[in-house]
């Protein structure tokens, strides 16, 4: 069914998906508070490499810094509590009215986030398999990470072993 199929006052029932402002480095912890209240939240994460210290870990950050989603019903949710939650800067509004984002987008958003490798920590002489652009499809051999977000491959073209960088997210592990 969709919007057009409904009218007006039945989608207002509808449960929908609001954008929620978290107060700066704060998003986890509105995230809880809303949680715990009763309130259906998403804060899309997504599991990325850093160097820490000279080390080489996995940590999760947000998709959206300081933003997360909520899901409220316009006239049946009590909606006032959220400027009082810890955490929460404000329901995110043009003019006084929260707009209402498309489920459809929500669920995007969701499966992308679902389809992140979850390992990617690698060590020089690992296989692997170049999954994005003009060398898609590819085998490599991983030598070494340029920085956070790029690592140098080693690849045989045309019988001559050549040194590629690529970005990170361009690459996965084989096997």
């Known amino acids: 069914m969709t919007a057009e199929d409904l009218g007006e006052s039945e989608l207002a029932a509808q449960p929908r998906w609001y954008l929620v402002q978290a107060r700066p480095r704060q998003a986890e912890r509105a995230a809880l508070n809303?949680?715990?209240?009763?309130?259906?939240?998403?804060?899309?994460?997504?599991?990325?490499?850093?160097?820490?210290?000279?080390?080489?870990?996995?940590?999760?950050?947000?998709?959206?810094?300081?933003?997360?989603?909520?899901?409220?019903?316009?006239?049946?949710?009590?909606w006032y509590p959220l400027r009082s939650t810890r955490g929460v800067a404000r329901l995110v509004a043009f003019g006084n009215e929260p707009l209402p984002i498309d489920d459809a987008l929500i669920e995007t958003i969701r499966r992308r986030i679902g389809d992140q490798s979850p390992e990617l920590v690698l060590h020089p002489g690992e296989a692997v398999r170049i999954i994005a652009g003009p060398f898609q499809g590819l085998e490599a051999i991983f030598q070494t990470h340029q920085g956070q977000q790029r690592v140098r491959l080693l690849i045989e073209l045309l019988h001559r072993q050549v040194v590629l960088t690529l970005p990170l997210g361009g690459i996965q592990r084989v096997g």
């Open 34 to 78: 809303l949680e715990q209240q009763g309130y259906r939240v998403f804060h899309p994460r997504f599991q990325i490499e850093r160097i820490r210290r000279g080390r080489r870990v996995m940590v999760e950050e947000s998709l959206f810094p300081n933003y997360l989603f909520i899901r409220l019903q316009r006239w049946v949710d009590n």
